[in-house]
């Protein structure tokens, strides 16, 4: 038994699939398939239900499942103390956004990011913020940024950005003399969109927009 074993069995756990769970840990399904029958031989029990429709945890799996995420997690924390010694920051780290937050903030910051810690490696999981929320609570991502508000009492959210809104009219249009606007009583509020739609509208229905969010 190794920790390469339990994180595949973790997954598999998680995701109901061992093709899925190859696609996590790079393997192909056979050989994902022969680390779980590893694992049981190690453990002499069967620990997944495998079925044409999904895979289930055994009660012996369930047992295994618990402290195998304690197992990674001590791992995880063992490996990120010694390089705290060792005043060293290095390590996978999975940021997951959404694309205007992709495109517009993240890639200064990531940069600055890089260039002080070259040792830490950023992968970036792009999609809209509910299925990012999702793979914060199963694991699959380290850090979630994403539009507020959220229903998600597991997770500990931090604000850490607050968009600016542009607002462009005709000039002709009677919002053109205001100084200020409350959204909530803008005539052409409907028709506000942020970055992403206003571009994928534009293009499809070829009309003019009056107003843009900027990220």
């Known amino acids: 038994m190794d920790f390469d074993q339990l994180t595949t069995f973790v997954y598999v756990a998680k995701l109901k699939s061992f093709s899925r769970a190859g696609q996590k840990v790079f393997r192909s399904q056979s050989a994902v398939s022969a680390q779980i029958r590893q694992l049981e031989q190690a ?3 069967r620990l997944l239900d495998r079925s044409a429709k999904s895979v289930e945890l055994t009660p012996a799996g369930e047992v295994l499942f618990e402290y195998a995420e304690k197992l990674l997690r001590m791992r995880d ?3 990120q103390v010694v390089a705290d010694r060792g005043n060293v920051v290095q390590g996978p780290i999975v940021f997951g956004a959404n694309e205007a937050t992709c495109l517009y903030l993240l890639p200064n910051i990531f940069a600055e990011f890089q260039r002080r810690y070259p040792l830490v490696h950023i992968s970036i999981y792009r999609n809209f913020s509910h299925k990012i929320l999702q793979r914060v609570e199963d694991g699959s991502i380290d850090v979630g940024i994403v539009t507020l508000p959220i ?3 597991n997770l500990k959210v931090h604000h850490i950005y607050k968009d600016r809104l542009r607002f462009m009219v ?3 249009n009677p919002l053109a003399n205001r100084s200020k606007l409350r959204w909530r009583r803008s ?3 409907r028709s506000f969109f942020r ?3 206003l571009r994928a509208r534009c293009l499809t229905n070829f009309f003019v927009p009056i107003a843009r969010a900027s990220t």
């Open 195 to 197: 970055e992403p739609v």
């Open 187 to 189: 005539p052409a509020s």
């Open 151 to 153: 229903k998600a009492p």
């Open 170 to 172: 005709s000039a002709k």
């Open 43 to 45: 453990y002499k029990a």
């Open 77 to 79: 924390e063992s490996i």
